[in-house]
């Protein structure tokens, strides 16, 4: 499969949706909306944002146990989590966002628009496993999933002008 860019068909009925569906078509239409250029790339992931320039985040899925993978980009700077919480083996250390997708989201839409990484770690707990996870914390209101531009349409084909 090619990269796909955002807008495009959704093929599974609205009544068949899971939440995992409803929270990823969101992302996905908020990112159109607030113009990150949302993507799905070849390897089952995410794109938002323009590598190099700029910020980006690619979210790999790993399986609906592990969640997503996020692979950040600062200008032309690679981020990995793995450092961050001194997992053994560094920069190649996998660290998923666990379940719901939501919590992908989240973080997602929050570095894309500019949150400090400390900042917005600290919305997540870290709960380690085989790959290390993180969750986002349950008692974090998530103003990601609300649009920067309220007059913005998420559902609109065409980016606010």
């Known amino acids: 499969m090619d990269e796909r860019l955002w807008?495009?068909?959704?093929?599974?009925p609205e009544a068949e949706w899971t939440d995992f569906d409803r929270d990823y078509i969101y992302l996905m239409q908020v990112a159109?909306?607030?113009?990150?250029?949302p993507r799905e790339?070849?390897?089952?992931?995410?794109?938002?944002?323009?590598?190099?320039?700029?910020r980006s985040i690619s979210l790999v899925r790993r399986g609906?146990?592990?969640?997503?993978?996020?692979?950040?980009?600062?200008?032309?700077?690679?981020?990995?989590?793995g450092p961050i919480y001194d997992l053994p083996l560094?920069?190649?250390?996998?660290?998923?966002?666990r379940a719901p997708f939501c919590g992908a989201a989240h973080?997602?839409?929050?570095?894309t628009r500019?949150?400090?990484?400390?900042?917005?770690?600290?919305?997540?707990?870290?709960?380690?496993?085989?790959p290390a996870g993180i969750i986002l914390r349950?008692?974090?209101?998530?103003?990601?999933?609300?649009?920067?531009?309220?007059?913005?349409?998420p559902l609109a084909t065409e980016p606010p002008i």
Do not use: T
């Open 7 to 12: 807008p495009h068909p959704i093929l599974k």
């Open 32 to 37: 159109f909306a607030e113009r990150y250029s």
């Open 41 to 54: 790339g070849p390897c089952q992931c995410v794109d938002l944002g323009q590598w190099p320039e700029g």
């Open 64 to 81: 609906p146990r592990n969640g997503g993978e996020p692979f950040l980009g600062e200008s032309s700077r690679s981020i990995r989590l």
């Open 90 to 97: 560094g920069e190649y250390a996998c660290v998923c966002i």
């Open 107 to 111: 973080l997602a839409l929050e570095w």
């Open 114 to 130: 500019g949150r400090s990484l400390d900042s917005l770690l600290n919305d997540f707990e870290f709960i380690g496993g085989n």
């Open 138 to 153: 349950p008692e974090v209101v998530m103003p990601s999933m609300i649009l920067r531009n309220q007059e913005a349409n």
